[in-house]
């Protein structure tokens, strides 16, 4: 039997997006970055992690979307910086969930609360943060302002540093901002139209 495109041949989910389903690449437990294969569907290694730094929530993509026109428009339109484009990949997505998940390669129900208005080298590259449905801990939660404070930190840090070499002193990432469940729900839907845009 064929299994699914992740990206492609997945769903995002009926309810989208209030309540949308992910892919997940990277668990909190990865020493070394996977990465979808974009002509396969595969995971694929795309380096082991240099420094001690790891992902601090479930991260992965949501199945059809695309960072391109719309949402590097939006990023420009909200940060006064020219000439942004999107990364060219699919949406980003961090999940927090109570539970030690150290799979990868699937898929969890999950709901959106915020996000991270995130720049690499010109190019918009969002980081939808989300909890995972019915999640004892975090389930409740409706907007990134209830996250706890040390979580939401913990993120940040990670991706303010994850690319930052020890030697460098200029970081190519900036955290534009830091925006709330109604922002996170109109780039989910500027990105499905970007992927809409590219398929056609």
């Not at 420009?76 to 910086?81: F, I, L, M, P, R």
């Not at 609360?113 to 918009?124: H, P, Q, T």
């Not at 409740?140 to 690319?163: C, G, M, V, W």
Request: hydrophobic share 35%.
């Amino acid at each position: 039997m064929n299994t699914a495109h992740p990206w492609h041949g997945v769903s995002a989910g009926s309810a989208f997006p209030e309540l949308i389903t992910a892919y997940i690449e990277i668990t909190p437990f990865d020493t070394v970055k996977y990465e979808l294969d974009k002509a396969s569907g595969l995971l694929k290694i795309d380096r082991p992690q240099k420094y001690s730094n790891l992902c601090p929530a479930l991260y992965g993509f949501v199945p059809q979307t695309y960072c391109g026109d719309k949402i590097g428009r939006l990023c420009t339109e909200h940060t006064g910086t020219h000439d942004i484009k999107g990364d060219g990949d699919p949406l980003d997505i961090c999940i927090l969930s109570e539970k030690p998940i150290n799979c990868n390669n699937i898929l969890i129900d999950c709901i959106p609360v915020g996000g991270l208005r995130m720049i690499d080298k010109n190019e918009a590259d969002d980081k939808i943060i989300a909890v995972m449905k019915n999640d004892l801990v975090y389930g409740n939660i409706t907007d990134i302002s209830e996250i706890p404070d040390a979580i939401l930190q913990r993120l940040l840090h990670y991706f303010k540093t994850y690319k930052l070499e020890p030697s460098s002193e200029s970081n190519a990432v900036e955290i534009a901002a830091v925006y709330n469940r109604e922002m996170a729900r109109k780039v989910l839907l500027f990105a499905a139209e970007d992927y809409k845009a590219l398929k056609q």
